[in-house]
Every structure is written in structure tokens, then in C-alpha cells.
């Protein structure tokens, strides 16, 4: 099991309805299914993926989310996950507010590209980090907007939702990310596989939460 499986689990409530944007496989879809009382959805970009998915009898639908949870009705679920994409999209804030629009909360994930050691590898090797996060070349990434925790929070203000909950989680180590540490876990933080951010949308009245798993080793 994944540990922030386990993380995700516990914020949410029985008997709730999810919608898991980019699940791939749909290995939480399943984890979620068998540990907890929810009525889980998903949607995924690859036709591959979603044919695993729907073999392992889970609830899936092909399409992009930049584009296709439109389909969706205004607060059609308690919760939206979106796990470590929202870099590869085009236009990162519309997915965000369609987050928001579908769901009562979310919870997104990112990597943070703000570690201190892709910082150094920036400075002394001069080159693009290749991580297990991101083990891709700058030249065939799919990731088109890299960002920062603190970049994240600042995207926070620009359209304006509020981020009601960060935690880290490091070596199964869960923390809080706040004000008074955002420097300090920004600078130390790095996602191996992902952070999490549960956001609250100051207009409607929507909640976003962040944790953020960090562990960081260059390939």
C-alpha cells in the first residue's frame, strides 16, 4: 500500500462520493473501494488504462479533464482527487476551477520542483533534474508547468481559493505545512511520487487540501 493512500483514506468520510481524476490504473480506486464505505468514480486519458480499470470491475470513463468534466453537474461529488497532473495540462488553473465546480473539496497533488537538490543539480550541473518523480528529459516530458509548493500557494491568491489544509508526509512521517514553515518545507520537500493539496475555493465555498509526500533521490 502506498502511504499516502492511507493519508487520503482518512480524510475522507464514509459513504461519500468521489470522482479520481487521472487514475490510471486505478489502484486507489481499488484501495479506496475495499477500505472504506465510497461510491468512487474515475476518469483517465488513456484508453489503456481505463480497459485495466474497467477489468478490475471500477467505474471509469476515457476522456481528458482539461476538456471533458464539463460533462459533469456542479457539486456531482464530495471529493475530486487529482494525483501528480496538474503540471501536464495546458491550462492548469481551468482544471482547478472545474475541480472545484464538480466537487464539494479536493485534493490535488503535486511534485514540488523547489528542493534544494534540484536547485543544485540546476546550479552545478546546469541541466533539467531526471528524478524518479520525473525521469523524463526536458526535451519528451509531459510536464509543461513545473512548480514549487510556495508557487502553489501563491496560485492560491491569483484565482482566489483558499487551501484549507498541507501536510507532508516524509518517511510515513506526516507534518503540517504552514506560513511559518513554508520556506523551510519548499526548500526540503520534494514529492517522490507526490503532494497533496485539499483547496477551498473562496467564492463557493469549496475546500482544497495539500499534503505532500516528500522524499527526493536523483536518478
Known amino acids: 500500500m502506498k502511504s499516502e493512500f492511507k493519508i487520503i483514506a ?3 468520510k464514509p459513504d461519500t462520493r468521489i470522482l479520481d481524476v ?3 490504473d486505478g489502484t486507489l480506486m481499488e484501495f479506496l473501494k475495499k477500505n472504506k464505505n465510497i461510491d468512487v468514480r474515475g476518469i483517465e486519458i488513456s484508453k489503456e488504462k481505463v480497459q485495466i480499470c474497467i477489468a478490475k470491475g471500477l467505474t471509469v470513463i476515457e476522456g481528458n479533464a482539461e476538456f471533458d468534466l464539463k460533462q459533469f453537474p456542479n457539486n456531482s461529488f464530495d471529493y475530486v482527487l487529482l494525483g501528480q497532473t496538474l503540471q501536464a495540462f ?7 476551477k472545474e475541480l472545484l465546480r464538480v466537487g464539494k473539496k479536493a485534493i490535488v497533488t503535486i511534485p514540488n520542483f523547489g528542493h534544494w537538490k534540484v536547485r543544485l543539480n540546476l546550479l552545478f550541473q546546469g541541466t533539467m533534474p531526471v ?3 520525473l525521469p523524463n528529459k526536458w526535451y519528451n516530458t509531459p510536464n509543461l508547468h513545473m512548480c514549487t509548493i510556495k508557487d502553489f500557494v501563491e496560485f492560491s491568491k491569483i484565482i482566489d481559493f483558499k487551501i484549507y489544509k498541507s501536510l507532508a508526509l516524509i518517511n510515513k512521517k506526516v507534518s503540517n505545512i504552514n506560513n511559518s514553515n513554508l520556506f523551510l518545507k519548499n526548500l526540503c520537500i520534494f514529492s517522490e511520487k507526490r503532494s497533496f493539496f485539499l483547496p477551498r475555493n473562496s467564492i463557493i465555498s469549496k475546500k482544497i487540501t495539500l499534503i505532500s509526500r516528500f522524499s527526493f533521490k536523483l536518478t
Open 10 to 12: 482518512d480524510i475522507l
Open 22 to 24: 487521472g487514475c490510471d
Open 90 to 96: 495546458i491550462n492548469p488553473e481551468i482544471v482547478i
Open 131 to 133: 528524478t524518479k518523480t
